[in-house]
């Protein structure tokens, strides 16, 4: 006999999420009441969510200036990511996300025990569709259908979800090296917050963590309605490496600068390549000294503040021909 969500005494954020999302929370506990909703319906009502937030890869929700992120730290086969995707992300991504008050990142980790091909696999898939800007129309799809292993009529049932992927250029994405570094940074973030298989953490504004103790939606909600009176493990903040989304996917000309933060000395990861390839300098990964006297001297080429960040402007500097006005 499957667990079931139970009557207890609720906020009145959890009650409404619960009389909202009743249904869809049958759908990821199968045999809680009598008519549990569809797979089908499951995944309208995922995509219904996120259609029209705005998505930067695996992060829903924008925003001007700093924003508080919740990050979710889950493999795609875990039943509490389909509890979240069922129960509390519809009311995140309408309340939150598409106000610009909260951005949602899910940090993709490789999978179950046992299962780590299967898992790998759905993380890799879920990147690439992250790398298109549908990652959580494709995650809300495997939450609903995912049946423990992945099968040709999985695969089909899942890209068929979301008509706009396009299914070649999504397949040799998958394999490709940005997309299993984006992985394995989120596993080793993970590894540094001692999170274990699933856990979430708020990012604040001002770059400080906060690791929850919540393991369920509900408590999350009550948590993210409450933060004076939730229980939190802080850290001072996360490494710079796996802040950035796993893609640098910029417009025609190379000139869309990629990441939510500017990048600076000390900053780590692909990104930082990317930029080390624009500037015609050692590619380490890391923005170091020679990357940053780089910088300056094109900063300073174009009229730029030469304080040796990389933000929009100085990106667009670097990689387009038209010298921009100021950096902002």
Known sequence: MPACIRSRAVSPLERTLALAAACTALAVLPGCGDDPVSADEQVR????AVRGVPQDGPILGGGDGPTPTLMVFSRLDDLRLADFVA?????LAREQARLGRLRIRLQTLAGQPGAEEDGLRLARLAQAAGLQDHFWEFVGSVAARYPGVIDDEFTASTLGDVPALRRAELMRD?????????IERATGLARHLKLGRFGFVVERRDGSVEVL?????????????SPSGRVSRRVAELPREATP???AKPAAGGTEHPFRYPLREGTTGLVVEELQRGLGVK???RYDGAT????RKVQRERGLDPDGVTGEQ???AVFSAAAPQAER
């Open 45 to 48: 009502a995922s995509i219904a």
């Open 245 to 247: 989304t796993p893609r």
């Open 174 to 182: 998958a394999q490709t090296p940005r997309v299993q570094a984006a």
């Open 87 to 91: 129960l509390a992300l519809p009311r």
């Open 292 to 295: 940053l006297a780089a910088v």
């Open 314 to 316: 100085t990106w667009r």
């Open 283 to 285: 590619v380490t990964g």
């Open 213 to 225: 103790r919540a393991r369920s939606s509900q408590q999350l909600l009550k948590d993210l309605a």
